[in-house]
């Protein structure tokens, strides 16, 4: 519900953001984002009209249910509320600071790794789906508050490719950092809400760890290089489709490699279900392999889109943002 409500406020109340094509898109992939990951765990509703009617139509059997979900909706709420002025304090009049890039960069990479967790303990059939849709929704949402990383491979790749003037080398790592707390926070709670039950970051059933690694370092690639391409090049970027574009990777990297190496393709990701694991008592060193290989991917991507984008560099004048 927090999800929901943050991605309502942003997409569609925001006056920055006003207006767009893509609210209605961004909006509705909540639920799919949410459904797959929640809905093993408590339904799914996001809604208390939905809570309420749900309980209303089982009243034969039994009621009550959708007084604390209601409860538990409208907290969501509450919060979402707040957090939204902390990423938009000049909606309400306010300063902009640099925290905020820090905060959206935080609650995005949250947001996606709790998507990540949920979906592969509960054994979603749709789990790249849910997690691509987590991604876009949160990209939509805080695309142009802090650029929408939520990834310090993408961070690496935007950093690396030179056209983003704004991102230094201390505000790239303060990006990393500010993801790789979200990642491991979220790690934290996916464990907490499935009774501390967690999932190791390893190969697949009969692959090596150089073939995870590989596969790792291509899908990364690609999923920086579209970032590059739709989010950053001043020719190729699309600002309506390039959420769906970048959240589109995360479906074909998760059914491409899922079985090989769990698709992480974010060192944040690979942190986060590392860290989680590490608390319960299991391994955390291969965060640290699939982050190379992560990273690995990323500077690719950024070479080849030197090469490819050379045209930005006509109007060597022109400021390219960190994101669409």
């Known amino acids: 519900t927090f999800m929901l409500c943050f991605v309502v406020l942003n997409v569609a109340v925001a006056s920055k953001k006003q207006p767009n094509q893509y609210y209605g898109l961004a909006i509705g992939f909540v639920i799919i984002a949410g459904s797959h990951?929640?809905?093993?765990?408590?339904?799914?509703?996001?809604?208390?009209?939905?809570?309420?009617?749900?309980?209303?139509?089982?009243?034969?059997?039994?009621?009550?249910?959708?007084?604390?979900?209601?409860?538990?909706e409208i907290i969501g709420a509450t919060v979402a509320v707040a957090l939204f002025k902390?990423?938009?304090?000049?909606?309400?009049?306010?300063?902009?600071?640099?925290?905020?890039?820090?905060?959206?960069?935080?609650?995005?990479?949250?947001?996606?790794?709790?998507?990540?967790?949920?979906?592969?303990?509960?054994?979603?059939?749709?789990g790249a789906f849910s997690i691509a849709a987590s991604l876009m929704c949160m990209?939509?949402?805080?695309?142009?508050?802090?650029?929408?990383h939520f990834n310090p491979a993408v961070t690496l790749a935007i950093f690396a490719s030179g056209r983003c003037s704004d991102l230094t080398p201390s505000k790239m790592f303060k990006y990393m950092a500010s993801q790789a707390a979200g990642g491991m926070s979220a790690g934290m709670v996916y464990s907490f809400m499935q009774h501390h039950e967690v999932f190791e970051l390893e190969?697949?059933?009969?692959?090596?760890?150089?073939?995870?690694?590989?596969?790792?370092?291509?899908?990364?690639?690609?999923?920086?290089?579209?970032?590059?391409?739709?989010?950053?090049?001043?020719?190729?970027?699309?600002?309506?489709?390039?959420?769906?574009?970048?959240?589109?990777?995360?479906?074909?990297?998760?059914?491409?490699?899922?079985?090989i190496s769990g698709g992480s393709l974010?060192?944040?990701?690979?942190?986060?279900?590392?860290?989680?694991?590490?608390?319960?008592?299991?391994?955390?060193?291969?965060?640290?392999?699939?982050?190379?290989?992560?990273?690995?991917?990323?500077?690719?991507?950024?070479?080849?889109?030197?090469?490819?984008?050379?045209?930005?560099f006509v109007k060597k004048s022109e400021n390219i943002p960190l994101s669409a």
């Not at 996606?112 to 303990?121: F, R």
Request: charged share 10%.
């Open 37 to 72: 990951g929640a809905g093993a765990i408590s339904g799914g509703c996001f809604n208390p009209a939905v809570a309420l009617g749900v309980d209303l139509a089982s009243v034969g059997i039994g009621f009550g249910w959708c007084i604390p979900y209601m409860l538990v």
């Open 203 to 259: 190969p697949g059933q009969g692959f090596e760890l150089h073939a995870a690694l590989i596969a790792e370092a291509i899908f990364t690639f690609v999923l920086c290089y579209v970032v590059l391409c739709v989010a950053v090049s001043a020719r190729t970027s699309n600002p309506t489709f390039f959420g769906l574009a970048i959240g589109a990777c995360v479906t074909i990297g998760g059914n491409a490699i899922g079985a």
């Open 86 to 126: 902390v990423v938009r304090p000049e909606e309400f009049g306010l300063e902009t600071t640099p925290a905020s890039a820090l905060v959206s960069e935080f609650l995005g990479t949250f947001m996606l790794v709790l998507t990540v967790g949920l979906n592969v303990l509960n054994t979603s059939p749709a």
């Open 266 to 312: 974010n060192p944040a990701v690979s942190l986060g279900i590392s860290w989680a694991n590490l608390l319960a008592g299991g391994k955390f060193a291969e965060a640290i392999f699939w982050t190379a290989a992560e990273f690995m991917g990323a500077a690719a991507a950024a070479m080849v889109f030197e090469r490819t984008h050379a045209v930005d």
């Open 139 to 148: 990209i939509y949402a805080l695309g142009d508050v802090s650029g929408a």
